[in-house]
């Protein structure tokens, strides 16, 4: 069995974390570290195609957070 390092970095823009690695290559991907507030529970279009993003209630508020939350809607 080998072992497996990942690795995530939480900052104050954004946060970033490694999805894959082989041997002398590290594959990384991003998304900002800021939940914005959500005034209604469709998640609604950016650029043409679904935003790629997740709806997280707190006390009884939605904040959307993920790779396309910081993007203008559309529509």
């Known amino acids: 069995m080998s072992i497996i390092v990942r690795a995530i970095d939480v900052g104050?823009?954004?946060t970033k974390?490694?999805?894959a690695s082989a041997p002398g290559?590290?594959?990384c991907?991003?998304?900002p570290s800021l939940a914005y507030f959500k005034h209604e529970e469709d998640p609604g279009e950016v650029m043409g195609?679904?935003?790629?993003t997740v709806q997280v209630p707190v006390d009884g508020?939605?904040?959307?957070?993920g790779r396309t939350s910081?993007?203008?809607?559309?529509?």
Not at 49 to 52: A, D, E, I, L, S
Not at 61 to 65: C, D, G
């Open 25 to 27: 290559q590290v594959d």
């Open 61 to 65: 508020l939605l904040y959307e957070v």
């Open 12 to 14: 104050f823009g954004g």
């Open 70 to 75: 910081s993007l203008p809607r559309t529509g």
């Open 29 to 31: 991907a991003h998304f």
């Open 49 to 52: 195609g679904r935003r790629q």
């Open 17 to 19: 974390y490694v999805t």
